[in-house]
């Protein structure tokens, strides 16, 4: 069995960012990663591969709370979820670190504050090559660095929807992209500016995801080792059940073991509370770190739309995910709670409504599907849903996973429907059209959309509450830590990749003070 001082399970937004972070120090780092690097081939940037076809996306079955199957919308790949994402890298806003009062309840304060988390937020966006530009979003909290690289530049129609809402009186902004782009200087720019990237995988490693600036980096330095099909079955302890002793992992087809001094689960919010509830002993009967019941539970992933309007022109842009909108991400603006978020999605490809009824709409029989796609502008309505106990992720004795989702905060989320399609005439958009697009949810059932999975393991400073302490370690093993999105106690309503990503940091500047310069791994504070 071989041993490492650091064993990271999992690559994506938190896993790829801690093993770059670390991959300096010199000390030996092991990451297992159940997947394997994501093929580059035509099929990467062809709509009808990836998004009627599922060509990426896992043959994992889970289970509804009634025993009904369905297939999680789920990525196995070096980088993780990152793969696909869209690479919208928001900063959760600096009141989403606090209680939050909503219509179905209040969004728990984190046992950290936007403060402590802040200066890794601008190291986060560095390391991940960040275009935006502060100032123009009014919720945003306020950042020690500027961005790394300018604004994505809005298209025409695009720029026209930005000009038309700041007409109308509100704030919209440049989204904060993480796309590898040099419009200065196209020739030596890894991005293309196509219309593939959203949702898609990156065939030229444009996208600045957790593989291209997260695991590749960390594996130019010697004391890395990636091994790629490893999926990690269960965590044992030592006798006391005080600590992790050892990883069990089946790598193609076959059982191996690996200690590590520190171990760090980095599986995603679903299949780390897994590898947790798989792992009970004796000492923790209940599953590893459990003492709390909390394992599992207080999952969330956002309360979600894509939605559609109608361009009154046609909309020939390729690269829409360029502009953002936060006027009612707070109580407001006629609105006595939060609402959410409105983004850009990826530009509507006729091949993604694939099984799709046109003849049964309003638009029959004038709008193809061709003509929709050719006229669509394209939105993401994003609202924060609550942590609540009872939705969870549970796993039976042979190991079948089940979620429970019943949604909290249906009333905002319909409401930030309706107030944008309340703005469409002003918008040059043909009034009373906004349509539920499903390109990024084929499956009827909702958690099949697991996108911006998070909770499960929340952390905070109470044992009895919480899965984990401020710095992201189990309340009852001393070296055993997480960094994906499972930590979080409140989503908030953007995209959460970003916090992922500063909070791995965060998390890795206290492992490497445990670690130290001695070789020899300290006991936790």
């Known amino acids: 069995m071989e041993s490492y001082d650091v064993i990271i399970v999992g690559t994506g937004a938190g896993g790829g960012t801690l093993a770059r972070h670390l991959a300096p120090s010199g000390k030996r780092i092991l990451l297992l990663e159940r997947g394997d690097w994501l093929p580059r081939e035509p099929s990467n940037w ?21 025993g009904n199957p369905f297939q999680p919308q789920i990525h196995y790949f070096v980088g993780g979820a990152t793969k696909l994402y869209g690479a919208a890298l928001y900063r ?25 988390i802040e200066p890794y937020y601008s190291k986060a966006e560095q390391l991940y090559e960040v275009h935006g530009e502060h100032g123009h979003d009014p919720t945003e909290p306020y950042a020690s660095a500027p961005y790394p690289f300018p604004p994505v530049s809005h298209e025409p129609r695009i720029q026209q929807l930005a000009d038309d809402l700041e007409a109308a009186g509100y704030h919209p902004f440049h989204a904060p992209c993480g796309i590898r782009l040099n419009e200065q200087n196209m020739p030596y720019s890894a991005c293309v500016r196509c219309q593939n990237c959203d949702g898609f995988p990156c065939a030229v490693h444009g996208k600045s995801d957790a593989d291209v600036l997260g695991v590749r980096p960390a594996l130019e ?68 770190a459990n003492g709390s019941d909390q394992v599992g539970r ?51 490809q006729a091949p993604m409504f694939h099984g799709e009824k046109p003849g049964e709409t309003k638009l029959a029989p004038h709008w193809s599907l061709e003509r929709i796609a050719k006229h669509a502008i394209d939105f993401w309505l994003s ?35 309706k107030q944008l399609h309340s703005m469409l ?30 909770g499960t393991c929340r952390m905070g400073a109470d044992s009895g509450t919480s899965v984990l302490n401020a710095d992201c370690r189990a309340h009852e093993l001393d070296n055993l830590y997480v960094v994906d999105t499972s930590v979080f106690p409140s989503i908030g309503a953007v995209n959460p990749a970003l916090t992922a990503m500063a909070n791995s940091l965060r998390v890795g500047d206290h492992l490497l003070e445990r670690l130290g310069a001695s070789g020899h791994v300290t006991a936790a504070a």
């Open 46 to 66: 062809l709509a009808q591969d990836v998004f009627v076809d599922n060509r990426y996306v896992s043959d994992d079955t889970w289970y509804d709370p009634k």
């Open 92 to 116: 959760l806003r600096e009141e989403d670190f606090g209680e939050l009062n909503h219509h179905d309840g209040v969004s728990p304060a984190w046992p950290i504050s936007y403060e402590e």
């Open 221 to 288: 330095h010697p004391n890395v080792t990636l091994l790629t099909n490893a999926r990690a079955m269960k965590l044992e302890t030592n006798d006391t059940g005080t600590a992790v002793s050892k990883i069990v992992a089946e790598r193609n087809g076959v059982v191996e073991e690996f200690a590590g001094d520190l171990v760090v689960l980095a599986c995603g919010a679903a299949n780390t509370a897994k590898l947790l509830l798989v792992s009970a002993t004796d000492e923790h009967p209940k599953g590893l």
């Open 298 to 348: 207080n999952y969330m992933f956002h309360n979600s739309a894509a939605v559609l309007a109608l361009s009154k022109d046609e909309n020939p842009t390729i690269f829409q995910k360029t502009l953002g909108l936060n006027d009612f991400y707070f109580a407001g603006n006629g609105h006595e709670y939060p609402l959410g978020n409105i983004q850009m999605v990826g530009k509507s």
């Open 383 to 417: 609202t924060e849903d609550l942590p609540r106990p009872e939705n969870r992720v549970s796993v039976d004795r042979d190991g079948k996973l089940t979620l429970a989702y019943t949604a909290t905060n249906d009333t905002p989320k319909q409401e930030l429907y």
């Open 425 to 454: 005439a002003k918008l040059h958009m043909e009034p009373g059209h906004l349509f539920h697009r499903f390109a990024y949810m084929k499956n009827e059932i909702p958690v099949a959309g697991v996108a911006h999975q998070a």
